[in-house]
């Protein structure tokens, strides 16, 4: 009887092991190769669609809840919602057309029962060439204007891609008069050599003179759909952003937490390599930017995670400093109660 009970016993405990041992197998979610596609260089006014590859290396079936994307330029073209276990897959993710421009970076997140990674972060990479570049020979700036005071530069406008020319640009003054003077080589790469005189003539809120010209095709069709090309001089203006929200409001949250924020010159273009740095006293915040269709701010994406979150609720208050050249601002970040 004994030993009857005692086969009885450890046949239990061996079942509740396996048992234990079954429970326990789970999909593991991993990237085959990078989790950072490069897209290549191509004409900001072309989608581009990255393929990032993935695969369950775990013991059971794999469920994708869904795939977070952290920028309206991103478009989710589709993720597999099971993988089973050995079995590849790939997230196809698109950069819209016309929301890009210059040297990016794009995240998104995989969210998944994988209990070990339960939110996997890729990223795309790129560079969103302009159809047309803008040189000038002088910085279009001036701090100290005064009335009176006249202002001369050169400007070179080279189209990147055949089939495509300029309008007669649209003239905007504020607190100035221009004169300009358009030359033109007709060639397939066609270019614009203009000569922009502004005088200055009241500066109480700042001075500014604007050429926008419209993206026309080979058959002189106005592309509706293409950011004009825009050259201009200013003057007067403090150099710092404007920052919409002015604040953010971060809630207490047990998932990383993102804010979107826009980063506005008022008036002048940014760079075409122009680069956004910022400083935060918070551990666990990541920022993604772009520029904006204008090319007169950025667009940036600023994530919190949850270790961030908490330490932002234990400080009470804190802040973000966001520079590019001369431009800066600070914007206050604050626990949501």
């Not at 789970?26 to 393929?51: I, M, P």
């Not at 040297?103 to 990674?117: G, M």
């Not at 030359?183 to 200055?200: E, G, M, W």
Request: with cysteine; proline share 5%; aromatic share 8%.
């Amino acid at each position: 009887m004994f030993r009857i009970k005692t086969m009885v016993f450890w046949g239990l405990i061996l079942s509740a092991l396996l048992a234990r041992c079954a429970e326990e197998k789970h999909g593991r979610l991993e990237w085959v190769g990078s989790n950072t596609v490069w897209v290549g260089e191509y004409f900001y006014t072309e989608d581009r669609t990255a393929r990032h590859k993935i695969k369950n290396t775990g013991e059971a079936p794999l469920r994708i809840s869904r795939v977070v994307l952290t920028c309206s330029c991103m478009r989710l073209d589709s993720f597999p919602s099971v993988l089973q276990p050995n079995e590849s897959g790939e997230v196809v993710v698109t950069i819209r057309k016309n929301e890009v421009m210059g040297t990016f970076q794009r995240i998104f997140f995989i969210e998944s029962d994988d209990p070990a990674k339960p939110r996997l972060q890729g990223a795309i990479q790129g560079k969103a060439c302009p159809l047309f570049k803008v040189d000038c020979d002088r910085e279009p700036v001036l701090k100290d204007a005064e009335p009176g005071m006249v202002w001369t530069g050169k400007y070179t406008v080279t189209a990147m891609r055949g089939g495509y020319t300029l309008s007669h640009p649209v003239v905007l003054n504020h607190g100035t008069r221009c004169e300009h003077a358009i030359r033109t080589n007709a060639q397939d790469l066609i270019s614009y050599d203009v000569t922009f005189v502004t005088t200055v003539v009241d500066t109480k809120n700042g001075v500014e003179s604007v050429l926008l010209f419209s993206v026309l095709d080979s058959k002189g069709v106005k592309q509706e759909d293409v950011a004009p090309v825009r050259i201009s001089f200013r003057g007067g203006y403090p150099s710092t952003f404007k920052a919409i929200p002015e604040k953010l409001l971060i809630p207490r949250s047990a998932k990383p937490v993102t804010r979107r924020v826009n980063l506005s010159t008022l008036s002048s273009r940014l760079p075409e390599d122009a680069k956004l740095n910022w400083h935060s006293g918070l551990g666990g915040v990541a920022v993604t930017y772009r520029p904006s269709k204008s090319g007169m701010a950025f667009i940036a994406e600023v994530t919190f995670q949850t270790n961030a979150v908490q330490q932002l609720f234990d400080k009470g208050s804190e802040n973000m400093t966001f520079t590019c050249g001369d431009w800066s601002v600070q914007v206050p970040v604050l626990p949501s109660k």
